[in-house]
């Protein structure tokens, strides 16, 4: 393994790189991981039972009680609703006990100069104006953004425009209501509620198409392991250079 | 008009019999939702409770919730709340007009000092000092104001006094304003829908005037007892909605088997009222009964939610106008083909990068 000139003035530039040698480090816990793929399934499921909630699928011929496709729709949307409602207060208790990287998820460092310079190198690097990406153990300040507020507050603004209309069905004086039912005079009306319930559908969804595609690139392009890192919680690096 | 009479000898000088008056009792209990011991509940309070005199206004409105009103499913019970409240101020159907009639407002607002109900049709326009809205020479926010001051409550008729409705529609020129945003100090019952239903309104009345109480509401003031669930939750469609039974077309087979009107753009989902339990016209029937969707008459700003026809209504929002799944769809699209271009790039990209320069320098090809 060599070193370069280049990286070396790289390593003067940077005082945050890790100095000593370090190959594979230990970043995202067992918890954290299952989250993650819990999370995930549930927000498929939450899209695309969504969509159908939306505009169902073709009617079907024979008596109403033959079948009960928009119940299940219905049903699958509520039930992965609570997994995600659920995972996301997990998700918060972890960032209290979990290790440092497990608050980034809650946590955007936008008073640092620095996270702004990283974020426009990372940016940079996709705009393929930098020959190589820094090495991050945690999120990448581009992930990290990103992840805030789309996942932290979207996801909040879903649980909260969601369980708003569901406390519709489950009726006034139910838990939902006292909790959620504010929200709906607050946004305007029934129909306002469930169009941005709509809306950050749409968000969340380009969201995850961007996510899936940069972990897969960042995995085979950047300097880190990145999918594996989400299986076995270690992040490998590809070289030793800072 | 002595202030001492009781409700019942009111309807009994109106000629209202005791048997049509105990009938009209059980009615009103059972169209509360109330047991049946509140029938004798309600007959005690009407004979022994003094009478508390209504006063009707009407700001800027189209009279529909009148209209409703005087065509209450049974006779009888518009025959009693009429005889209950035209008595006093409503210049629509008192016999009065004039500086007459403005003489009774002036007097029940004083003698009544508050102990008389406010009962507002339209809403006031504030714009241009109100004059879009004139009663007895003078606009009509300052007679709701002054008739208001003293009033014990106040029912805001209709989705025009409770929401604001067509006059309020954007762009709003005279700026026509919902009553409870012009009066705040005063206990204010919704009553909205356009028209609300006759049934509604004369059981909101009847449980104000017996129990001298305003009825239980919810977070946007409406009565509980009537708008307390959605169309959707009632609606005898709901076992095709649930089955997944959509029509499709107007005239399709779907819409002769009478299947749901959800992909018809349906607002029942979306809706408080009480249609689908109550309905219309004497009970005979109500809009999604007729083959039509609910369009969220009651519903605040209804008007100006986007299509009557669409699910997935447009959204009117800092000022530009979107439909969700347009813009959705066009976005997966735009972000689809920006993957594909940024992956073929990167590809080429990094092949070109590994062509000129040996490995150990490339910057993503060291330790492989
Ligand atoms: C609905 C789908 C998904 C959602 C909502 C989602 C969401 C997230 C979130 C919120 C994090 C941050 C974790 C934390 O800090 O606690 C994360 C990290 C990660 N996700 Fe996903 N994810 C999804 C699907 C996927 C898929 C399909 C893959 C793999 C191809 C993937 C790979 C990763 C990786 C590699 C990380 C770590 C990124 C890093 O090290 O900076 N995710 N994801
Ligand atoms: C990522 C999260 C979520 C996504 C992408 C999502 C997506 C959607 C979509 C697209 C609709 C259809 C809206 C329409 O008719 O225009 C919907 C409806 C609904 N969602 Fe969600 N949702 C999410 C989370 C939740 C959560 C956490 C709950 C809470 C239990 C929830 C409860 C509901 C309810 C009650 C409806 C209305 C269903 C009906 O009345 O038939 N959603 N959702
Ligand atoms: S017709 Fe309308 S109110 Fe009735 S079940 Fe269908 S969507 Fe709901
Ligand atoms: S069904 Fe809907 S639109 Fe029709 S009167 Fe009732 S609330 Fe209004």
Redesign the pocket.
Request: proline share 3%.
């Given at each position: 393994m060599s070193i370069t000139s280049e990286d070396l003035l790289r390593e003067k530039r940077r005082a945050s790189v890790p100095k000593a040698r370090r190959t594979a480090v230990y970043v995202y816990q067992t918890p954290l991981r299952i989250w993650h793929w819990v999370n995930a399934l549930a927000?498929t499921v939450?899209?695309i039972t969504?969509?159908f909630?939306?505009n169902p699928l073709p009617s079907l011929a024979g008596e109403a009680s033959d079948h009960f496709v928009m119940g299940y729709l219905?049903f699958f949307?509520?039930a992965a609703?609570?997994v995600?409602?659920v995972g996301f207060l997990f998700r918060i208790y972890w960032a209290f006990v979990g290790n440092s990287y497990s608050r980034q998820l809650f946590t955007l460092p936008f008073w640092r100069r620095s996270f702004w310079t990283e974020l426009w190198h990372e940016v940079r690097w996709y705009a393929f104006k930098e020959p190589e990406p820094h090495k991050y153990y945690g999120h990448n300040p581009l992930a990290h953004l990103f992840m805030v507020v789309i996942i932290t507050v979207g996801?909040l603004v879903?649980?909260v425009t969601?369980?708003a209309?569901?406390s519709?069905?489950t009726g006034l004086g139910s838990w939902q209501d006292e909790l959620f039912g504010w929200v709906i005079p607050l946004v305007g009306q029934s129909q306002d509620v469930?169009?941005w319930?709509?809306w950050?559908?749409w968000v969340?969804v380009v969201f995850v198409m961007l996510h899936v595609y940069t972990a897969i690139r960042e995995d085979v392009m950047s300097r880190q392991s990145l999918i594996s890192t989400m299986i076995s919680g270690w992040r490998m690096f590809k070289d030793d250079r800072p | 008009m002595p202030t001492t009479e009781t409700f019942y000898e009111v309807m009994r000088r109106q000629g209202i019999t005791r048997r049509s008056f105990i009938k009209f009792c059980s009615l009103t209990a059972t169209a509360l939702g109330l047991g049946p011991s509140f029938a004798g509940k309600i007959a005690h309070a009407m004979e022994t409770k003094p009478r508390t005199p209504v006063l009707w206004l009407h700001g800027l409105e189209c009279t529909c919730c009148s209209e409703s009103f005087i065509r209450s499913a049974h006779p009888l019970v518009s025959d009693v709340v009429l005889s209950m409240i035209s008595l006093d101020y409503d210049d629509l159907i008192m016999a009065s007009a004039g500086h007459q009639a403005e003489a009774i407002l002036e007097e029940i607002t004083h003698k009544y000092k508050g102990n008389y109900i406010l009962a507002v049709e339209g809403n006031p326009p504030l714009n241009q000092d109100g004059m879009s809205c004139i009663i007895g020479g003078r606009p009509f926010v300052e007679q709701l104001q002054e008739v208001a001051k003293d009033c014990k409550a106040i029912i805001a008729w209709g989705s025009c006094a409770s929401w604001g409705c067509v006059q309020a529609a954007r762009p709003n020129p005279t700026q026509a304003t919902p009553v409870d945003q012009v009066i705040r100090d005063k206990p204010i019952i919704k009553v909205p829908g356009c028209p609300p239903i006759a049934e509604v309104m004369t059981g909101v009345l009847t449980y104000m005037l017996t129990f001298e109480r305003v009825p239980k509401l919810d977070r946007q003031g409406r009565p509980v007892m009537f708008y307390g669930q959605r169309i959707h939750d009632k609606c005898y469609r709901r076992p095709h909605f649930d089955a997944g039974q959509f029509v499709e077309e107007w005239d399709d087979e779907a819409a002769r088997k009478g299947y749901c009107l959800y992909k018809m753009g349906c607002k029942g989902?979306t809706t408080y009222n009480a249609c689908s339990t109550v309905r219309w016209n004497d009970g005979v029937s109500f809009p999604i009964q007729s083959g039509h969707g609910c369009i969220g008459c009651s519903e605040d700003g209804f008007w100006d939610k986007g299509s009557f026809y669409q699910?997935?209504t447009d959204t009117h929002a800092f000022g530009v106008e979107a439909n969700a799944d347009k813009v959705g769809l066009g976005a997966v699209g735009v972000v689809g083909a920006a993957i594909g271009a940024h992956a073929a790039y990167s590809a080429i990209h990094r092949a070109k990068q590994q062509d000129n320069q040996p490995s150990d320098a490339s910057p993503a090809g060291d330790d492989r």
């Open positions: 927000i939450l899209a969504g969509w909630i939306a219905r949307h509520f609703g609570y995600f409602a996801g879903m649980i969601g369980f209309l569901y519709e069905q469930r169009l319930h709509h950050g559908m969340i | 989902p699910h997935v």
